[in-house]
T-cell receptor, first 116, second 116 residues
Framework: NAGVTQTPKFQVLKTGQSMTLQCAQD?????MSWYRQDPGMGLRLIHY???????DQGEVPNGYNVSRSTTEDFPLRLLSAAPSQTSVYFC???????????????FGPGTRLLVL | GDSVTQMEGPVTLSEEAFLTINCTYT??????LFWYVQYPGEGLQLLLK?????DKGSNKGFEATYRKETTSFHLEKGSVQVSDSAVYFC???????????????FGRGTQLTVWP
């Protein structure tokens, strides 16, 4: 198993540009999520999905869109990049969110985004 | 609301020293508690977890005990190695009905550097 994969590893954007961060998992996990990691702030939840066709907002959803057309893929779209979106983005997945929070989540290697 | 507070770093130790990284939490219901580790340039990996009070999670010589009476989940290792140098995150996953499904609440992370 490749686990959770993310592309690209690194990206530079100009303010106002759009892009899609890719995330895929091959473990047949129902639950997928996106976090951003900023210095001194831990990780914060952007969006999540409990299955194909179902998505919802997390703590910091503004400026980001997601969709989940398949179990395997969960892309994150930046509609109009802003310098405040400079961060490291992590995708995570787990079998199910319906187990009272006991499930281990598996993280991808991250995408480092710089918005100029 | 749910939250995690962990010891601020950085922490610098000599090889074979004893390690403690403090973590306390606030949560309704009965959360699961996790320690994740992030090695340089990589994503987060689960180090250990505990899903109910008085459980002890352990892995690679690290241990943490879920203490409901003190709302704590401190990470300990008796003898650290250079290879343990990384950022350590304490996290909780809430279980009550009002929680965001599957969401992990992270502490800010503690940078550990071990010198030979």
């Amino acid at each position: 198993n490749a686990g959770v994969t993310q592309t690209p590893k690194f990206q530079v954007l100009k303010t106002g540009q759009s892009m899609t961060l890719q995330c895929a998992q091959d473990m047949n996990h129902e639950y997928m999520s996106w976090y951003r990691q900023d210095p001194g702030m831990g990780l914060r939840l952007i969006h999540y999905s409990v299955g194909a066709g179902i998505t919802d907002q997390g703590e910091v959803p503004n400026g980001y869109n997601v969709s989940r057309s398949t179990t395997e893929d969960f892309p994150l779209r930046l509609l109009s990049a802003a310098p405040s979106q400079t961060s490291v983005y992590f995708c995570a997945s787990s079998y199910s969110p319906f187990t009272g929070g006991q499930e281990t989540q598996y993280f991808g290697p991250g995408t480092r985004l710089l918005v100029l | 609301g749910d939250s995690v507070t962990q010891m601020e770093g950085p922490v610098t130790l000599s090889e074979e020293a004893f390690l403690t990284i403090n973590c306390t939490y606030t949560a309704t219901g009965y959360p699961s508690l996790f320690w994740y580790v992030q090695y340089p340039g990589e994503g987060l990996q689960l180090l250990l977890k505990a899903t109910k009070a008085d459980d002890k999670g352990s892995n690679k010589g690290f241990e943490a005990t879920y203490r409901k009476e003190t709302t704590s989940f401190h990470l300990e290792k008796g003898s650290v190695q250079v290879s343990d140098s990384a950022v350590y995150f304490c996290a909780l996953s809430a279980s009550d009905r009002g929680s965001t499904l599957g969401r992990l609440y992270f502490g800010r992370g503690t940078q550990l550097t071990v010198w030979p």
